[in-house]
């Protein structure tokens, strides 16, 4: 049972609240017409099955409805963070202790930037 | 019934027991007495009760070994009722009461006599580990007939048949802190953390908090230790912010620091809960506890020493029988010998000698012991043999004697003449194993430290070990310890400890212990008499021996093979002398050789605790629909689609008999292909969709055009996933340029929602729209028939001319005085009214339709009628006639996809892969059986040959199947490899019975294949 | 789009008196009601009949609307509840675009369409569910006992002070749990799981002498 934060309720919450929905940052092709039968299948079928840090997405179902992210490890189960649509995460596989400051502000500034906030 | 009044182990005074309280007990049908305070394990000792069991295995006759939850032996079967019975109850845990009546849990047909008692003495020898895999095996096919026998004489304890009249419940709790064990390190950390102003839960599995303070021979401030004890829980008890759980054990350590904990509430009462003014409190009670930081101060638990013959009834740890003495007033026996490894363990000659016992020697295995319990011993003329052990235990049903033997450990060998003993009882330490189990569940893996010859628990964040849990076994830095680990959990809180003061102790000087598990002999392990490591899977030291051997080497597949640590044990009593033996066989050290996993739970809880309330009529909800208590009123048959009671069908009693299903569905189906019909359809998922972008969200999600769908219209739906599979379907309406009211089906509903969100919050979060379940809020009546429009014409005020009011439009205005939406959609494929009113109306306009209704013939219908209706007009039912691997194509239902439209809506991608395009896609077709009698079974496979030699290929299988009032035949839908291409052929559909039905593949659409009815 | 109020809006209120059922007038009908005694520790109460409304939108536009109409500021922090002086009217943060009004039986429309014109422009949806869910009171010494029962939500005072309201678990439904005073909780449940919810109360509320005004 995990406890889990909610990025939008900003509180720790029982897992029973929410469902997971697989691994995060899986955009839609931009022009699925574009896509070749391969390119389309690996959007729709394939996903990484990682040992360490793992980006998930998760909806708050029983509570305020709002989707969001999780970087768990699947090896302790520990969450390392949970952030809002559209962010990014603090720690990937390449920064297992986390991205310094700097980074964060950048990426988060290159977010701000775009046009509609893609997953 | 015979009678024990005599209770001959029983000291005249000490212990904590109250012996002006007398209590009646019966075992293995036989009445003894004991006293208030005592255990039923230590109500047995008092009364000189040796064998309690037989062993699973080799059915040896079996005595108490152990005071706590790591007792192998004492499982017994509780209950003097059938509806009372509880399997597998430790002896040791369970509180003695007025009345309990108890029995050995092995032991058929008893464990004084016992059928196999021979399999055990003929097999002896003869059965190794695997011995089951191996002998009973083949043939397969006798394996459950072997297993029922082996099992009934092995003996698991067994469930009651009739139900418990017992009431179990959860507590969801939350705390800064849990301290899990109230002995001296918990409760110092308990009082640590409670002082600071933190919330702390304190729970220990014993009757009484206090852990080895109740039996312990310290002084604490030149007080007995349990009067500091009294001192700290009358405190805790006193503040708000603490919850003291007694009888009470942490067994299970998931994620995230929660942690379940089984209260038993009034299992020391009474073999089912006491009712008390009319009410019946709950038996257990589980907590749910979501902690800040765990403080496990869950003790020590000690290991017996691995030595011939050491599971004769008479051989204890000892450590039990210091607590056997000093809590309960028991002494279980008369001669002693104490085979030990260190000088802890000296406390139970101590006390033995103490309350007048003879104490017969000492064997400890180290060279020259000098400790202060050592010289205590000395100063009582207590005889010690330095380097040695006991070697083998002799007697049957009890211990008769030893043989005892100078030894060298690290050689593993006998160095003297053995020197054989009178004595009725044996006490053993090999030392202290902490209590790792729950760290264990965390998935954090324990390490070996040398200096106590212990794992010591791994620690995940958040969870920190205090005192004897993590192998400081002295009272007063365990005391000391308790402090410093609530302070560092308090401190990762946040939070500021604030100090205790210490009890004053003194000091006491221990000398060191050394590493002894498995005692050598004089004979090879594989032929010296049978050495048990785990005497409740009867695993042996030649057993872990032979395992190696055989060439098992990880210690978990070490533990499969041999059935080590097994069931209820977990692990407590024989895993390290298990791992050591291992690790003596293949060279290792024991921390090379590891140790297994610890899982949920610590000591087992019963079902009742496990589901809570969460039974009977509250297993899962039940959810109703405005109109309930009318379809209960008139004897409606509910069928669960999802979570709602829906209608099945309306049975009516014709000439004294009650319909039968076929019959109410027929009546049914013509009333309202010839009359007016109503359903309840207020089930369905109705969600509000608002906002600026709401038509550009919807021919995004819908496989189908919105563009044009203007106010006051209605249209059907189709929804696929990505993958090109349909998922949903329902009718949407526009009620206001921007503002829609989406159907889906009843199942689908919250999983429709999720959906909507999902696209719109991770892919298109820049359209304006927004969406809102109203399921709950509207109830929906849908009137169908060819009188729908006089019947609702009498008590409306809309203008139902059928030209001003078309199929697929919707109007507002008054139904039975009520504001209400109606819709003019169908999905019977008669004409048809969905009138939606608010939920808290719904009863009345309801039965003002029937009170108009009866010159129509306004007939109540169900689902099952529903779906007869839809299945011949070729209406798909999502997730029956369809299962996720269905396109629109497929369905033949190219009409409601548009291909043209400007954004790639979701599934549309998807048709265009190979896979969707392919030749052979299952297809959805109608199927009328050459014989109208016949209906075919949903799920059915179709064959095109059914003459083709085994195995025959399949290309399809029945979706739908219904008789048809209508028709008069049996028809159905169902899904064919290329089935739009097979109009007119012939295809059979093999029965398990040995028939096979032959039917014809039409279109899916069987009545008014034109839908003009729908449109008069 | 001309005039959203006549084409969105719709008062399903008849202005006649008719007969109303309130999602629990089955489990009155069908459970019963214990009656209130001096051992009763929690006291149930239905406010049957008041009127829902959901608000989304953005929390400026909203705020100012709902001060202007009702005198109530919006809720701007996760799980705010905020109340009139006089206690009936309530707005309850759901989500960051989502709120929850309560208003007696009667002034959901009223409400609505002086939201709506007040709104003008601003992007927003405002939806009625009165007739989907329906509103318990719990009162007494053992009512946080009765919810640590029903929901892993944690009810102490210091995670749950007044004037706090969290959509979450209860028993295996959801409900809105909400405490509105020191002494009073709430709870919002759906329509169809009302039963449910009763039933469990009783039940697991019996160890508290439970007792239903009715």
């Known amino acids: ?119 | 019934m015979s009678q024990s009044l005599k209770q001959p182990n029983r000291l005249r005074e000490g212990g904590r027991i109250d012996r002006s309280h007398t209590l009646h007990f019966t075992f293995n049908g036989k009445r003894y007495l004991g006293h208030a305070g005592d255990t039923l394990a230590s109500a047995l000792l008092a009364n000189g009760v040796d064998i309690v069991n037989r062993s699973f295995k080799y059915s040896r006759p079996r005595g108490i070994v152990a005071a706590g939850p790591e007792e192998p032996n004492a499982l017994v079967q509780l209950g003097s009722t059938e509806a009372a019975q509880v399997p597998n109850v430790r002896a040791t845990q369970q509180a003695l009461f007025d009345g309990l009546t108890a029995q050995s849990t092995n032991g058929w047909p008893n464990v004084q006599r016992d059928v196999m008692s021979l399999v055990g003495k003929l097999g002896g020898r003869f059965m190794p580990p695997g011995f089951y895999y191996k002998t009973f095996m083949a043939p397969a096919s006798l394996w459950m007939t072997y297993e029922k026998y082996i099992r009934k004489g092995a003996g698991l304890g067994r469930s009651p048949m009739v139900p418990d009249p017992d009431v179990y419940d959860h507590l969801n709790q939350h705390c800064d802190v849990l301290v899990v064990g109230a002995g001296p390190a918990g409760l110092a950390a308990a009082l640590t953390a409670a002082r600071s102003g933190a919330r702390v839960i304190l729970c220990d599995e014993q009757e009484e908090m206090g852990g080895s303070l109740l039996d312990s021979r310290e002084l604490l401030d030149n007080q007995p230790a349990d009067q500091w004890v009294a001192q700290v829980l009358e405190e805790l008890a006193r503040l708000d912010n603490v919850t003291l759980l007694a009888r009470t054990t942490a067994n299970g350590y998931h994620d995230h620091h929660f942690v379940t904990l089984h209260e038993r509430r009034t299992e020391h009462l009474g073999e089912t809960a006491p009712v008390v003014d009319d009410y019946r409190p709950s038996r257990s009670r589980m907590h749910h506890v979501r902690a800040g930081q765990v403080l496990l101060a869950t003790g020590a638990h000690e290991r017996p020493l691995v030595y011939a013959n050491n599971d004769v009834p008479g051989n204890l740890l000892a450590g039990a029988v210091s607590t056997y003495i000093r809590r309960y007033g028991v002494v279980p026996g008369n001669r002693l010998v104490l085979s030990t490894s260190n000088d802890h363990a000296y406390r139970a000659a101590l006390d033995w000698f103490d309350a007048g016992r003879e104490v017969v020697a000492i064997a400890d295995a180290r060279r020259a012991p000098d400790g202060d319990l050592v010289a205590q011993a000395r100063e009582r003329g207590i005889r010690i043999i330095e380097g040695a052990a006991v070697l083998e235990a002799k007697g049957s049903t009890r211990v008769s004697g030893v043989r005892v033997a100078t030894i060298d450990a690290a050689a593993f060998k006998v160095t003297g003449q053995a020197e054989t003993l009178a004595c009725d009882t044996i006490a053993s330490s090999g030392g202290y194993s902490p209590v790792i189990h729950l760290a264990s569940h965390t998935g954090a893996r324990p390490s070996w430290n040398d200096e106590i010859l212990g794992f010591v628990p791994g620690l995940v964040k958040g969870v920190h070990a205090a005192g004897s849990a993590r192998g400081i076994h002295d009272l007063a830095a365990g005391l000391a310890d308790g402090v410093a680990m609530a302070a560092r959990a308090l401190e990762t809180l946040g939070m500021t400890s604030r100090a205790i003061e210490l009890p004053q102790i003194d000091t006491r000087r221990e000398g060191a212990a050394c590493g002894l598990y498995q005692v050598p002999h004089e004979k090879p392990t594989l032929r010296a008499p049978k050495q048990f490591v785990d005497p409740q899977n009867d695993v042996t030291a030649a057993g872990v021996e032979l395992a190696t051997r055989e060439g098992f080497e990880s210690i978990e597949h070490i533990k499969r093979y041999t059935a080590m640590g097994f069931g209820t044990d977990q692990g407590k009593l024989g895993n390290i002398n298990g791992m050591a033996i291992a690790a003596r066989c293949l060279n290792k050290s024991i921390p090379e050789v590891g140790t297994t996993v610890f899982r949920p739970n610590y000591t087992p809880v019963t079902f009742g605790a496990i589901v809570g309330r969460h039974c009977r009529e509250r297993f899962d909800p039940e959810r109703y629909t405005a109109l309930h208590q009318w379809h209960v009123e008139n004897g409606a048959e509910f069928e669960d689609v999802g979570q709602w009671k829906r209608p099945w069908y309306f049975p009516t009693i014709v000439n004294g008999k009650k319909e039968t299903m076929h019959e109410a569905v027929a009546r049914e189906c013509r009333a309202v292909r010839e009359k007016v019909g109503i359903l309840d359809a207020s089930t369905l998922g109705k969600i509000d969709i608002q906002g600026p972008d709401a038509r550009e969200f919807l021919g995004r999600i819908y496989t189908n055009k919105w563009e044009k769908l203007a106010v006051g219209r209605a249209r059907y739906g189709l929804m696929c996933k990505d993958d090109g599979m349909v998922t949903d379907d329902g009718v949407t309406t526009c009620l206001a340029d921007n503002h829609f009211l989406m159907t889906t089906t009843t199942g689908g509903a919250a999983a429709i929602l999720e959906w909507l969100e999902l696209w719109h919050q991770t892919e298109w979060p820049e359209l304006n729209v927004t969406f809102t379940s109203v399921t709950d809020h509207w109830a929906t009546m849908t009137i169908t028939g060819p009188e729908a429009r006089k019947l609702l014409a009498e008590i409306s005020d809309i203008d139902l001319d059928r030209e001003r009011f078309k199929f697929m439009d919707w109007r507002a205005g008054k139904v039975a005085g009520v504001p209400a939406r109606v819709f003019r959609i169908s999905f019977t494929g008669e004409l048809t009214y969905e009138i939606n009113v608010q939920a808290n109306y719904a009863m009345h306009v309801w039965k003002t339709l029937f009170t108009h209704g009866e010159t129509y013939g306004l007939t109540p219908y169900g689902t099952e009628t529903m779906h007869v209706l839809r299945a011949e007009k070729g209406f798909i039912i999502v997730g029956q006639d369809t299962d996720g691997s269905v396109t629109p194509e497929d369905l033949g239902m190219q009409w409601c996809v548009g291909y043209d439209k400007p954004y790639s809506w979701v599934g549309k991608r998807a048709l265009s892969r190979s896979d969707t395009r392919r030749d052979g896609r299952k297809q959805l077709v109608g199927l009328r059986p050459k014989d109208p009698a016949v209906v075919l079974e949903e799920g059915a496979q179709i064959v095109l040959d059914p003459d083709h030699p085994v195995p025959v290929p399949m290309v399809g299988h029945v979706t739908s199947s219904y008789y048809s009032p209508t028709l008069d035949s049996g028809f159905a839908l169902a899904v064919v490899k290329g089935g739009h291409q097979r109009m007119g052929e012939t295809v059979y559909l093999p029965m398990a019975d040995g028939k096979t039905h032959a039917a014809e593949i039409v279109s899916p659409i069987f009545v008014d294949p034109k839908g003009e009815r729908q449109h008069v | 789009m001309s005039d959203p109020v006549a084409t969105t809006a719709f008062d399903t209120r008849p202005d006649t008196s008719v007969p109303t059922e309130s999602p629990l007038a089955w489990s009155y009908h069908e459970t019963g009601c214990p009656g209130v005694s001096q051992k009763s520790r929690v006291v149930l109460r239905e406010r049957a009949m008041l009127g829902h409304l959901i608000l989304r939108g953005g929390a400026i536009a909203l705020d100012e609307a709902l001060r202007e109409v009702l005198g109530l500021a919006l809720p701007a922090r996760p799980g705010g509840l905020n109340h009139d002086s006089e206690g009936v009217r309530s707005i309850q943060w759901l989500s960051p675009d989502e709120w929850l009004v309560i208003v007696p039986g009667g002034e959901a429309f009223a409400l609505e369409q002086r939201l709506r014109n007040a709104l003008g422009g601003a992007h927003y949806a405002i939806v009625d569910v009165s007739g989907g869910q329906t509103l318990i009171e719990l009162e007494g010494e053992a009512a946080r006992e009765l919810l640590m029962k029903s929901t892993p939500y944690d009810v102490h005072p210091a995670n749950f002070p007044v004037g706090k309201g969290v959509t979450t678990v209860f028993a295996k439904a959801t409900a809105i749990v909400r405490r509105p005073t020191e002494d009073r909780w709430e709870l919002v449940v759906r329509r169809s799981f009302a039963d449910y919810c009763y039933r469990w109360l009783l039940d697991a509320g019996e160890e508290y002498g439970v007792g239903v005004e009715a």
Not at chain 1, 38 to 47: K, N, P, T, V
Not at chain 1, 64 to 78: A, D, G, H, L
Not at chain 1, 85 to 112: D, I, L, Y
């Open chain 1, 1 to 119: 049972m995990f406890h889990i934060y909610c990025p939008y309720c900003e509180e720790l919450r029982e897992e029973e609240e929410f469902h997971p929905k697989g691994q995060a940052h899986i955009a839609r092709p931009v022009d699925p017409e574009a896509c070749s039968d391969e390119e389309w299948g690996d959007y729709l079928f394939f996903r990484d099955n990682p040992r360490g840090i793992h980006h998930e997405l998760w909806v708050h179902a029983v509570g305020c409805r709002k989707f969001f992210n999780i970087t768990r490890n699947t090896v302790s189960y520990e969450i390392l963070e949970t952030y809002r649509m559209g962010e990014q995460p603090r720690f990937t596989a390449g920064h297992p202790e986390g991205k310094p400051a700097e980074q964060v502000a950048a990426e988060a500034e290159a977010v701000s930037r775009q046009e509609g906030v893609k997953a």
